[in-house]
């Protein structure tokens, strides 16, 4: 049984579906998107008609008062411990970080105890996280049996029991003609491939990037060509095949041109960016900050402007946390040693509007990164205000000053690159299929 009806009026509709960005009004009913419309006044104290419709008399009405409404933000790539790590991450405790950092679906990746490599286990997951989880939990599946790169999982009855892509997570296939099979077969189901690019030869025993900041810390460095290399590789497959591909992650401006100039070939091929790369870069790494050490590893100025730039024009399509929960005991190491990762769930929006507050990006082209598109590659019914759509929406003032305090970190996790910091743009309201999970007033 769904709450009362919703009726949002005197927001700022950001609707990138429909390349809309005005002041409106919207109604939720049963779950679903039931009415909206731009350029509407604030309904009058009383009113009965909207719209020349009914609004529902029990309705509870929230006067916005000039604050964004819109879709809530898709995340495609979130490493969640569950099962077999719940120390660093559990379904539920990971759906109400995303909740309050204004995710509603997230797309986890298999990098579990045991793998998800087979249909039980995405069932497993898929029942896991509706008897615990608030937002939507879609899980991605294993491109290789046990993420080892050798043999191919079943794609077809994985797509069956759920599974929106296929990924290997964390490790990049190193193997071409397993990823040229892999593609091949994806193609035949109509199926999404996820790959992360890093060739592992290259990259070996590497810490952060290749340059002059590496070598001052006395750190092994992991150069560019350890991305542009395998992602070269995967487009040319990937043209060669007809097939669905996305590059997981690119951090630099050498992939960026090389995406840039196969997305005048075809249009199957897309990208994403994690938004450390967008707004951090290797000098933060500082004193061998360990909350730092991400992979790939975070690049230079002038690579982390590139990326942004291709944010804007979209040439990257969608904006990632790559949230990476680890256990104060794989991160308070000597950085050499430190495990990669650091969360991102609940700072996502947060960070991504540093790029609109700086005039890098505009949150309509934001927004579209986070939610339509991601949205679109996964096959799902989110990512947008259009009538009949899930009300998966946030509500949250795009200028409200606030820290990021480790106390108030939901996240079983606490390595974040963004401890004390502070951030101008704060989530009020989370909603999936028209149920409030996340309030902050």
Not at 59 to 77: A, F, H, N, T, W
Not at 147 to 164: D, P, R, S, W
Not at 242 to 262: C, D, M
Not at 298 to 304: K, P
Request: glycine share 8%.
């Amino acid at each position: 049984m769904h709450d009362r009806p919703l009726f949002f009026t005197n927001a700022r509709l950001i609707d990138p579906s429909r390349h809309m960005d005005t002041l409106g009004s919207l109604l939720i009913e049963n779950g679903s998107i039931k009415a909206s419309s731009n350029a509407l006044p604030p309904l009058p104290e009383n009113a009965k008609n909207w719209e020349n419709s009914e609004i529902p008399e029990n309705s509870e009405i929230v006067d916005c008062k000039g604050m964004v409404l819109s879709p809530g933000i898709v995340d495609m790539r979130v490493f969640i411990g569950e099962p077999g790590a719940e120390h660093r991450e559990t379904l539920a405790s990971a759906s109400q970080a995303a909740a309050a950092g204004g995710v509603t679906t997230i797309a986890c990746m298999p990098d579990t105890e045991p793998v998800i490599d087979d249909v039980a286990l995405v069932d497993f997951l898929l029942r896991r996280a509706r008897d615990t989880a608030v937002v939507n939990i879609c899980p991605t599946a294993a491109i290789t049996r046990g993420l080892n790169g050798e043999k191919m999982t079943e794609f077809g009855l994985m797509l069956e029991a759920g599974a929106v892509s296929f990924t290997d997570g964390r490790r990049s296939i190193t193997n071409t003609q397993i990823m040229r099979q892999a593609l091949i077969y994806a193609r035949n189901f109509g199926a999404l491939i996820q790959h992360h690019c890093e060739d592992h030869y290259l990259a070996h025993k590497g810490t952060m990037n290749e340059g002059e900041i590496a070598t001052r810390l006395g750190l092994s460095g992991i150069p560019r060509e350890a991305e542009s290399i395998i992602l070269a590789r995967d487009t040319n497959l990937a043209l060669l095949t007809g097939s669905r591909y996305h590059a997981a992650q690119i951090s630099h401006a050498l992939s960026l041109e090389l995406i840039r100039r196969t997305k005048k070939e075809t249009d199957m091929i897309t990208c994403g960016v994690s938004i450390n790369h967008l707004t951090l870069n290797e000098l933060d790494i500082g004193p061998y900050r360990t909350f730092f050490k991400i992979s790939p590893p975070l690049r230079t100025e002038e690579d982390r402007c590139s990326v942004v730039a291709g944010v804007a024009d979209g040439t990257i399509d969608v904006i990632v946390s790559s949230h990476d929960p680890q256990h104060v005991e794989t991160k308070r190491l000597p950085f050499s040693e430190a495990a990669n990762g650091t969360i991102g769930l609940e700072t996502l929006l947060a960070a991504a509007l540093r790029l609109v507050h700086n005039g890098d990006v505009s949150l309509l082209r934001i927004m579209h990164a986070l939610s339509t598109r991601p949205a679109e590659l996964l096959g799902l019914r989110c990512g947008t205000l259009q009538v009949g759509a899930p009300a998966d929406l946030i509500l949250f003032d795009l200028y409200e000053p606030w820290i990021f305090r480790k106390t108030e970190i939901i996240s079983h996790s606490k390595n974040t690159p963004h401890e004390n910091k502070q951030f101008q743009g704060r989530v009020k309201r989370t909603l999936v299929a028209g149920k409030t999970v996340y309030a902050h007033f």
